[in-house]
């Protein structure tokens, strides 16, 4: 397992114009000089946290998708982050994990935010997706999902663990700021795995704020990166391999972690 070179961009976004949004983060990637494993944007990169299917959403062979193949191929790393997808009459907050040659691993958001109309218009999924990057086992996630502990639970099983690194893409408002900072670095800190945040900024079509807040946290629970409040802003880090295996070969809670099934 090698380390890890991670960029993250944290955004505003324009409500529902997915071809302002495209462009904006064409120039955000173009404009860094890192040369990242894994670039990650936000929830719902191209419209915003929009329940507007007939008008947001794209196919998995869309404007969007093709977009996400193009500039992981350009840039030779994968490219992640959700959209809402039409698929068999329903529609999804899918998150894509978009490799350089142009083969790709879907996660279909698993809750659906009940204080919105997001329940009641989208399909949730019902599969984890943990991907593996250079010896690395990572679990994609989105926003909601943040506050459900189960469903993001690693294991430990025959001396391995099940993932390595969390991923969540948000659109996490502002006036709940202090819950996805805590949030995040529990489920770190309760997972003895990296976690890392991406959230949008500034305002968006119903008026909510967002304040960004973005996060790279170590198993521990440090913070190692957190990006500006309400600033766009990007980032590029490295993640450690020793320090993680370091870290769990000290503390082996994970021998002592309770079995359990998801089901449902």
Request: net charge negative; with cysteine.
């Amino acid at each position: 397992m090698n380390d890890l070179k991670i960029t993250i961009i944290q955004s505003n976004l324009v409500w529902e114009n997915p071809t302002q949004n495209l462009a904006d983060f064409s120039l955000k990637i173009d404009d860094s000089k890192e040369n990242p494993d894994i670039i990650i944007l936000p929830e719902m990169f191209n419209t915003a946290f929009s329940i507007n299917p007939l008008k947001c959403a794209e196919t998995m062979t869309g404007t969007t998708v093709n977009w996400m193949k193009n500039k992981a191929k350009e840039k030779a790393c994968v490219i992640t982050g959700s959209l809402l997808i039409k698929e068999n009459e329903q529609y999804f907050n899918r998150m894509i994990w978009m490799q350089p040659d142009g083969n790709f691993f879907t996660y279909d958001k698993r809750h659906l935010f009940r204080m919105s109309d997001e329940f009641k218009i989208f399909n949730g999924g019902s599969q984890r997706c943990i991907v593996e990057l250079k010896g690395w086992k990572i679990n994609l996630n989105i926003c909601y999902d943040l506050r459900f502990p189960v469903w993001s639970r690693n294991t430990y099983k025959d001396g391995q663990y099940e993932y390595d690194l969390m991923i969540y893409v948000a659109n996490w408002p502002a006036s709940r700021s202090y819950i996805w900072q805590t949030l995040l670095k529990a489920r770190a800190i309760e997972n003895q795995s990296y976690v890392i945040g991406v959230n949008r900024v500034g305002d968006d079509g119903f008026g909510t704020s967002h304040s960004g807040d973005s996060m790279i946290i170590d198993p521990v629970g440090n913070v190692m990166l957190q990006a500006g409040a309400s600033k766009e802003e990007t980032h590029t880090l490295d993640i450690s391999k020793d320090f993680i295996t370091d870290f769990r070969n000290k503390f082996t809670v994970g021998l002592d972690w309770d079995d359990f099934e998801i089901t449902g």
